[in-house]
């Protein structure tokens, strides 16, 4: 939606950085550090070069969640206009992970791990307990947390996506419950 | 450390200023919409219209602390589609929490200050569950947006 949105930068803003006092009403603002901070405009100045991309594990969170909704409507085919959406949106951000990862030069897994592999028959001797909608959910929130927890941390052009991946999943949550 | 100042740089104070200017415009919305949205659906879009307002106090007070001056409402705004009956004004809603995801997660994008980063991800997360419910009003599949927030 457009406003005229006038009134923005421009007018009136100090030449140096604006200055608080420490006392706020609200969390937003925080004391930084005099020195600068870990982020930096070049995205890899904060990691080292030993440590895996941690959007790796994010893929891969991703495409265990939707394999696990899989196997939640195989189990249960009633679950499906629930689970559907969410299995669909987890492919998603598989993909768009890996693709954030091979654009920074690393190579993605690809492949669902063999543990949440829908259909697979069970080892002889072995329940496997159908996966159900709450294992979905809780999944699901797990899957939030680990994203939200990078937020603070990305360098600008990665925040962006986990953090549209985290309020997703957040979302699905909450709806599975 | 007692007397530290926070400084937020000139780029974020303007994510700031965009992300109020986009909660002035979801208030606008809300406030026209309320009027058209079929009845079950009033106490949900006040409960909405008090978390904006909740944010657009908290941006304000964080821009006056910041020695700035919080960008105005407009006195109108256009919207995509008339608003005349249930199905437009859940529509309007759904625009106007899409407008705001994007302007939050742009304040993610703009800032590396990690208190501003942790509040902004949550207005994200907030805004993405308000704009799933106004998509399934309208019948926008799915529901809940896969990236919420991205432009």
């Given at each position: 939606m457009k406003d005229a949105t006038a009134a923005r930068r421009g007018a009136g803003l100090p030449a140096a950085a604006p200055v608080v006092g420490r006392r706020r009403i609200l969390q937003m603002a925080v004391v930084l550090p005099a020195a600068a901070t870990v982020l930096g405009g070049c995205s890899g100045v904060d990691r080292r070069a030993d440590r895996p991309d941690p959007l790796i594990a994010l893929a891969d969170a991703a495409r265990a969640d939707a394999a696990l909704a899989a196997a939640a409507v195989a189990a249960a085919p009633a679950l499906a206009a629930r689970i559907d959406p969410l299995r669909e949106a987890r492919t998603e951000h598989a993909a768009a992970f890996d693709a954030e990862v091979v654009r920074m030069g690393g190579v993605p897994r690809t492949a669902a791990p063999p543990s949440?592999?829908?259909?697979?028959?069970?080892?002889?001797?072995?329940?496997?307990?159908?996966?159900?909608?709450?294992?979905?959910?809780?999944?699901?929130?797990?899957?939030?947390?680990?994203?939200?927890?990078?937020?603070?941390?990305?360098?600008?052009?990665?925040v962006g996506l986990v953090a549209s991946v985290a309020a997703c999943c957040a979302t699905y949550a909450a709806l599975l419950t | 450390m007692s007397g530290g100042a926070a400084r937020l740089d000139d780029v974020a104070v303007g994510a700031?200023?965009?992300?109020?200017?986009?909660?002035?415009?979801?208030?606008?919305?809300?406030?026209?919409?309320?009027?058209?949205?079929?009845?079950?659906?009033?106490?949900?879009?006040?409960?909405d219209t008090a978390a904006h307002r909740e944010l657009r106090a908290q941006i304000e007070i964080t821009l006056t602390q910041l020695g700035q001056r919080p960008v105005s409402a407009q006195p109108a705004y256009a919207t995509p589609q008339p608003v005349t009956d249930a199905a437009s004004a859940a529509g309007l809603l759904v625009t106007a929490e899409t407008d705001a995801a994007a302007a939050w997660r742009?304040?993610?994008?703009?800032?590396?200050?990690?208190?501003?980063?942790?509040?902004?991800?949550?207005?994200?997360?907030?805004?993405?569950?308000?704009?799933?419910?106004?998509?399934?009003?309208?019948?926008?599949?799915?529901?809940?947006?896969v990236f919420p927030g991205r432009p």
């Open positions: 949440a592999t829908a259909g697979a028959p069970p080892p002889t001797g072995t329940a496997v307990p159908p996966v159900t909608l709450a294992r979905v959910r809780e999944a699901v929130a797990a899957s939030q947390v680990g994203a939200a927890e990078l937020v603070e941390n990305l360098p600008a052009e990665r | 700031l200023q965009d992300v109020l200017g986009a909660e002035h415009a979801a208030l606008w919305s809300y406030a026209l919409a309320v009027a058209f949205i079929a009845p079950d659906q009033v106490a949900a879009a006040r409960t742009s304040v993610l994008e703009r800032s590396t200050d990690r208190a501003l980063r942790r509040a902004g991800l949550k207005a994200l997360t907030e805004t993405a569950a308000r704009c799933a419910r106004w998509r399934a009003v309208v019948g926008t599949r799915p529901a809940v947006p």
